[in-house]
């Protein structure tokens, strides 16, 4: 467009900046984000947009979700967005060629949307002022610009409107409120920037203007269509916005309190039904069916479509009442999907869909993700497309290297581990892997030799004997502390709001004395006599598990506080209730002092470093092992497969730790050079090898099972090979240099084994959110404009392949249209 600009990179998943900095506000969103519900203060009522098109007969509106990522694509669509599109003038198919102006065959208009929604996510990694201004406002203001200067006219302001998904929650919906909520004062004039006040920015957009007063919308449109803008994150709804939404269409409910009465329940889904609109558009945060996952009945998402009246069609393969005509739409997953809404085989359209277009900006969600139980009727981009892309950009080590701060960890891992198992004494004596003629010489003034004396031991009368009582009890109290929080709070739960007396004081003993119990052994331990010590490495151990014990019981102790506060809203306190807050908050204490008191008898540099190397160990080994069981698995596939997951997860710890360090202890740099070099090439070879099209001409269920058989094949092998590989060489005395390269190796192969992982997991059908965010494809971005008419919805969904810092260059085309229609 003839005007340099700095267009961002997508933001980094993998431990980069920008997660590091909103860290804060993510913890304090999952610690105590339904403590800071803001929903319950809200002033909210009908909006009905306005009607600026020349069009009587039709009425148009644009959908987005899951913007403020990388500048580019978001540019890419803020440009659609204000601009009007053209086909040509002929049978409408998917791959259509898309034009900005009304050139040459291209005379057929699909006019600017009368508003634009937006779904959610508007920008990462919290959808703060600076998120929102840099990553959201910044684009689409370079956007209006441009076409202002294309087409010499001025682009006029139309209403936007959305909804807030986690990421504006990290923020406590700060941002969401300004970048959405109609200002106090009027929105800044175009291209006047001096208007803008730095203390308390608005983020105005010059293409549109802000209209709703709440994080929720109604919206009534032409022809009897309405659209509602759930503010319903992890499928959770205030009771406020249920009754908002309930009494624009049948107030009685509200107005006797029906609506909330449990023993009421099904009468008043029943009225809710048959009052509900008939032409609906439904539009969450998080999608009812996604990755070919069928919903379950007893699903949160399913319960909020319930309690709403909302027929839910995603349960019965797509039907829904004939007199109803709905489409439910949503963000989230950061690529395009239609289930339902098909034409049948007499040509009739269908009455529902369910559509997920998360593809506003943010990086790719590989598409190819699929558990196979209900079919996609559409998706962008094509499976294989999808496999492509993120399979070679994650299999890229250079990728993964920009995609955050995931080399550090690595590197650090490797550093600590070959240092700890050859310079300090007590951890070198664990493995002995280097004779000690090779380490630090005593008598040397260099920093190693320095360092080592510091970590030697005193003559000490260590000794196992006794100790793995010690070992045993902490360990066994620690799985019990996991399982007793697993099992008792939800008995707690079960009785929270119970009106007897009796009731909650017996689950009160029951939840706190099998705790206390655990007392009476380690009472026995601490005042048994003995006059020896044991090994530090194993006090450091002690140390640790005493240290987990009492955060465990810390953990404990905050899930009976949100217990206490939920049951005090309608229970009086008692002093009695009080008790299980003081006993365990004793104990907690007294188990860390216990480690650290009764086991820390040696010195505090060696104590601090074995409790680092037990900790950094700990993190990766276990941390990896069971890292696809706490990632985002909307499949459960690692739950459903945990063998498979626990060994992968493994295989990818102990190369982690055993590489770098196998390295630093045997090769010599032009040998290291070299197989760091082959296990780059391979890795990239790999990356192309395996998306093919030479091979894989097809992408199926099958194909993809095969793809990630041969994957995991290949990484063992390469694994393997890496490791005989570094054991071919002589050991090598310990020194700096030697520091350094297991540094080296473990910043490098860090990001080998990860893209590993990662492409491993993803052709399993898990870690999808993990490999796209290490992906950061800004390829395939898409937006949706939809038209209504007096008896039919149609969705044109607009995508661009490769978006381009110059609009004119990218390819525009359709890539699905579908219609609804409202039976008579």
């Known amino acids: 467009m003839g005007i340099e600009r700095k267009f961002k990179r997508p933001v980094s998943w993998l431990a980069g900046r920008e997660l590091l900095a909103s860290l804060e506000s993510i913890l304090s969103y999952l610690l105590n984000g339904e403590k800071q519900d803001s929903r319950d203060w809200m002033f909210v009522e009908a909006i009905t947009p306005p009607h ?68 959610g996510d508007t920008a990462y990694h919290a959808a703060d002022i600076a998120a929102l201004k840099e990553r959201f406002q910044t684009p689409f203001n370079w956007a209006y610009e441009d076409i202002a200067v294309t ?65 929720y919308v109604w919206l009534n449109l032409p022809f009897g269509w309405r659209l509602w803008g759930l503010d319903s994150q992890a499928s959770k709804m205030d009771k406020r916005q249920q009754a ?46 996604v990755f070919g996952k069928r919903a379950t009945s007893h699903a949160a998402m399913t319960e909020l479509f319930l309690r709403l009246g909302l027929e839910p069609g995603f349960l019965q393969d797509g039907r829904l009442d004939h007199s109803k005509c709905r489409l439910d739409i949503s963000g989230d997953v950061h690529h395009y999907e239609r289930y339902w809404g098909n034409a049948n085989e007499n040509g009739e359209y269908s009455n529902y869909a369910s559509v997920v277009a998360g593809g506003g900006g943010a990086f790719l969600h590989p598409s190819h993700t699929d558990a196979g139980e209900i079919k996609k009727q559409s998706v962008y981009p094509a499976e294989m497309d999808s496999h492509r892309e993120v399979t070679q950009r994650i299999l890229n080590p250079w990728q993964i290297f920009l995609g955050g701060y995931a080399w550090l960890i690595g590197a650090m891992v490797g550093f600590i581990t070959y240092f700890a198992v050859t310079v300090p004494q007590s951890t070198w004596s664990l493995f002995e892997l280097v004779p000690n003629n090779l380490r630090p010489v005593w008598g040397d003034q260099d920093v190693l030799a320095r360092i080592q004396i510091a970590l030697t031991l005193a003559n000490t009368d260590a000794t196992l004997s006794g100790y793995w009582i010690d070992l045993i009890y902490l360990l066994l109290f620690v799985a019990f502390l996991i399982a007793w929080r697993l099992m008792s709070i939800p008995e707690l739960l079960k009785v929270k709001y119970s009106a007897s007396r009796d009731i909650w004081n017996r689950r009160l003993i029951t939840f706190l004395i099998p705790v206390v119990l655990w007392l009476i052994p380690l009472l026995l331990l601490i005042l048994e006599p003995g006059e020896s010590t044991p090994p530090s490495f194993l006090a450091a151990i002690l140390i640790g598990l005493s240290c987990v014990a009492g955060l465990l019981i810390f953990s404990l102790i905050r899930c ?77 596939v690692a739950k459903a497969n945990i063998g498979k997951f626990l060994a992968i997860g493994f295989w990818h710890a102990i190369l982690q730790i055993s590489i770098p360090v196998c390295l630093a202890l045997y090769v010599d740099w032009a040998s290291w050079l070299i197989i760091c070099g082959a296990a780059i090439a391979i890795t990239l070879i790999a990356g192309h090898l395996f998306t093919s099209q030479y091979f894989f001409r097809e992408f199926s269920a099958d194909v993809q099972k095969k793809i990630g ?16 590989a ?99």
């Open 52 to 119: 600026c098109n020349d069009t009587e007969q039709e009425y148009w509106f644009d959908y987005i979700a899951d913007t403020g990522d990388g500048s580019r694509a978001v540019y890419n669509v803020a440009y659609l967005c204000m601009s009007g599109l053209w086909l040509k003038d002929e049978k409408i198919t998917r791959g259509h060629p898309v034009s900005l102006s009304r050139t040459g065959e291209f005379n057929q208009r699909l006019p600017r949307g009368e508003f634009l929604f937006v779904g």
């Open 151 to 215: 087409t010499g006219e001025k682009i006029d302001q139309r209403p936007i409107y959305g909804i807030p998904a986690n990421h504006d929650y990290y923020d406590a919906l700060d941002g969401f409120n300004r970048q959405f909520c109609h200002p106090i004062v009027q929105d800044i004039h175009p291209l006047v920037r001096e208007q803008e006040d730095l203390t308390d920015p608005p983020l105005g957009l010059h293409g549109f203007r802000r209209e709703q007063k709440s994080s």
């Open 244 to 289: 908002f939404f309930v009494t624009q269409f049948c107030d009685k409910l509200t107005r006797d309190g029906s609506l909330f009465d449990e023993n009421k329940k099904e009468e008043v889904q029943e009225t809710l039904r048959n009052a509900i609109p008939d032409k609906l558009i439904v539009a969450t945060p998080e999608p009812s069916t």
């Open 560 to 636: 009976y506080s949100d217990i206490l506060f939920e049951r005090s809203r309608i229970r009086k306190e008692t002093w009695l209730d009080f008790i299980p807050l003081w006993v365990l908050s004793v104990m907690g204490i007294f188990y860390m002092a216990v480690g650290f008191l009764h086991y820390g008898t040696y010195q505090a540099s060696i104590m601090s470093f074995d409790l680092l190397v037990i900790v950094v160990w700990s993190l990766v080994i276990l941390g990896l092992t069971a890292f696809p069981f706490f990632a985002s698995d909307k499949l459960g």
């Open 709 to 724: 058989q041969g994957l995991l094949i290949a990484w063992i092998v390469i694994g393997i090979a890496v490791f005989f």
């Open 726 to 824: 570094t054991m071919q060489g002589e050991l090598v005395a310990v020194d700096a240099s030697r520091l350094l390269m297991a540094f080296l190796s473990g910043a490098i192969f860090g990001c080998i084994w990860l893209g590993w992982y990662l492409a491993v997991s993803m052709a399993f059908n898990c870690h999808n959110n993990e490999a796209g965010g290490g992906a950061r494809s800004e390829k395939f971005r898409h937006m949706i404009r939809i038209k209504l008419t007096e008896d039919t919805l149609t969705g044109y969904v607009i995508g661009i392949d490769a978006p381009e810092k110059d609009i004119s260059k990218a390819t525009i085309r359709l890539v699905d249209v579908f219609t609804l229609q409202v039976k008579k």
